[in-house]
């Protein structure tokens, strides 16, 4: 851990090995210091820390792994490994960006990062990364390479799980929740959560035996346990599960229970988002657009008691919601208005790339056939990124007729040959 962390203070102070130890050790046996074949003597390590602008503890004590040391990167871990509305601002803010210990720092840097990726504060996430984070993913990024502590191991594998999630890519998801919950103590609170995150990589990547039992193991555990505070979770979670395989009326029934179950949530917030969104989806993808509709504007009514800042939070994923009713009902008017709406406070990349996407739909009903092709491919790679086939599936069908229609045979070929792929893997 030393030479990560000298050779990351080099590198931001632009200062080369050779120029670091001149005329204070030869650059073979500092060599073999960063190697841990030697220790690293306290005289050179105040010397070499005067050069890099820090205090010779934080190079001494940079691979400290005792047990208090090890205690301490644990509890920022369990602190923080719960989702983001839970943890107060001033929890985040009173955490030392800098610590002698790099198993401490870097466990604080890398649950920092999944808060302000929870957050869609896309500005912290993008300067912890530069100016710190992408140095030691670099040298870290694996945890099946490396041999880490505990707390640092388990707060990677948690980085990694919120990051592929974010990427839609679940079976990435699925490897390391899987690892996380190798390190974690059956029927904790992480352990349930990890559950829970199984489940919805299960369903994902069409696991759905396995999606199943761990859904059934789970709530039995959470019943003889006694704690029912998981249970809503647990429920949107086996909605997600039932609609997959086509039980609407299971799936709308799980949220219900989901619902119900919210008096024993300690802290509900989410988890209505989640119930709602579940629910408007559900409705809307099968063709129940009055109760998708009716949803939508209780989900509205019920955002007036939160605070402002939350409602503004809401609001483009409340027109998302309403563009895509208005999309299907053909209400062309409805869908323009509301795509305005969206684009002036889209905050999200999901939320940018849907509101082109509604755009191209537009200008597709209108027969202007530029204007969609322009949109459509400005929103197409983004969503074959997350392979987002209800998009995808739009836009491929839309773009082989344009360009059949332009007399772009080859181009209409290409993409009938991707929408025919896509809905051979969808069957």
Known sequence: ??????????????????????????????????????????????????????????????????????????????????????????????????????????????????????????????????????????????????????????????????????????????????????????????????????????????????????????????????????LSGLYVAYSGYCFTMGLVQEALSALSMAEASLVYAGNPGDLVTAIANNRIVMLTMSGDLDLAQAEIERFDTLLHAETEETRQAMKPLLLVYRCEVASARKSWGMLAQSVDQLLNCAVTEDQKMNAIFYQSQLALAHGEQEAFLNHAQACLPYFESVQQSMRLEALYEGMAVVSEDQRKYKEAAAYYRKLVYLLRKSS
Do not use: C
Request: proline share 3%.
């Open 1 to 230: 851990m030393l030479k990560e962390r000298i050779e990351f203070l080099s590198k931001r102070k632009q200062i080369s090995r050779k120029d670091l130890v001149e005329g204070l050790v030869t650059q073979a046996h500092f060599a073999n210091i960063l190697a841990e074949r030697y220790p690293l003597p306290e005289d050179l390590a105040e010397s070499i820390a005067k050069r890099l602008g820090v205090g010779a503890s934080y190079l001494l004590q940079t691979a400290v792994q005792d047990e208090q040391t090890l205690a301490r990167a644990e509890a920022v871990f369990a602190q923080m490994a719960v989702p983001a509305s839970a943890i107060p601002e001033e929890t985040v803010h009173a955490l030392q960006d800098r610590d002698d210990s790099l198993t401490v720092e870097l466990t604080t840097a890398l649950m920092k990062a999944v808060y302000y990726q929870q957050l869609n504060d896309a500005a912290a996430h993008e300067y912890i990364h530069t100016s710190y984070l992408n140095f030691y993913l670099e040298k870290y990024g694996r945890p099946d390479d490396v041999q880490l502590p505990r707390p640092l191991a388990k707060a990677l594998l948690f980085y990694k799980i919120q990051y592929y999630r974010s990427k839609m890519a679940f079976v990435d998801v699925l490897t390391h929740a899987t690892r996380l919950g190798g390190l974690t103590e059956p029927g904790s609170e992480l352990w349930l959560s990890i559950q829970n995150i199984q489940m919805e990589a299960y369903i994902q990547t069409r696991q759905y035996e396995e999606a199943k039992r761990t859904f059934e193991q789970t709530m039995k555990h959470v019943y003889d346990q006694r704690l029912f505070h998981r």
